[in-house]
């Protein structure tokens, strides 16, 4: 066994009479009821402690819950997409027609060119829009709504004994104004050099997409010596 020393045995000593001092001072109904009271104290911490642990548990899990992000997801992503889907197809359908119109003006180029569509204006213009037109038709359904109305062409010839390749330099293109071509048709005949444009006001089929394209397809050609 240990041997305390003096200060050590001092400290016990004044210990136990201080212990015995307040038992004989103290009733033991007060130290009962302290003892309640603390006990009391505790166990109402316990349960605050309880209900808030509680009260988190939910909000953890609310904060958590991924549920519905796909959704919110698809909100913000959904209009982009269709926006993209729609641009597509327009763009598409734009590229189509241009290189419709592109086949159909060297097809009207070549009929001008061999003397099947000749002479004054009014004796090849309703031929040469009907031409034109039935190029831009595919499996009965016409890429140009209302196409002999809607469609736009303009020819430009040299003037009549100007020597073939001479009549270029003279000649002009069609002035374009908000979708509206010059449509002037200028008489033909053999060695005359021609500028032919096909031009088509397209309007945009999404209504964010504002205004209209003009499609134009130009063609520069000499007419042969038939």
């Not at 119109?101 to 002479?119: F, K, S, V």
């Not at 020819?155 to 010059?182: D, E, I, R, Y």
Request: aromatic letters at 8%; one cysteine or more; hydrophobic letters at 45%.
């Amino acid at each position: 066994m240990k041997k305390r020393t003096h200060n050590e045995c001092a400290r016990s000593i004044l210990k136990a009479a201080l212990s015995r001092l307040v038992r004989a001072t103290v009733p033991k109904k007060c130290i009962s009821f302290g003892r309640r009271f603390v006990a009391a104290f505790c166990h109402t911490r316990r349960k605050e402690t309880s209900r808030a642990k509680v009260t988190v548990k939910p909000l953890a899990r609310l904060w958590s819950e991924d549920g519905g992000v796909a959704a919110l997801e698809y909100v913000f992503v959904f209009p982009l997409l269709l926006a993209v889907m729609i641009g597509t197809f327009q763009f598409g359908l734009m590229f189509t027609r241009q290189s419709l119109m592109d086949n159909a003006a060297r097809d009207a180029a070549r009929l001008i060119r061999i003397g099947t569509l000749t002479g004054a204006s009014g004796a090849y213009s309703s031929n040469l829009v009907t031409a034109v037109c039935n190029d831009l038709t595919v499996s009965g359904y016409s890429l140009v709504p209302s196409c002999t109305a809607t469609i736009q062409i303009y020819v430009a010839a040299g003037s009549s004994g100007t020597p073939a390749g001479v009549g270029f330099t003279t000649l002009t293109v069609a002035n374009v104004n908000n979708g509206v071509m010059t449509q002037t048709k200028a008489s033909l005949s053999p060695k005359y050099d021609v500028i032919l444009q096909v031009g088509y006001n397209m309007p945009w089929v999404a209504s964010f997409l504002s205004g209209n394209a003009m499609l134009m397809s130009t063609l520069a050609f000499q007419t042969e010596p038939y």
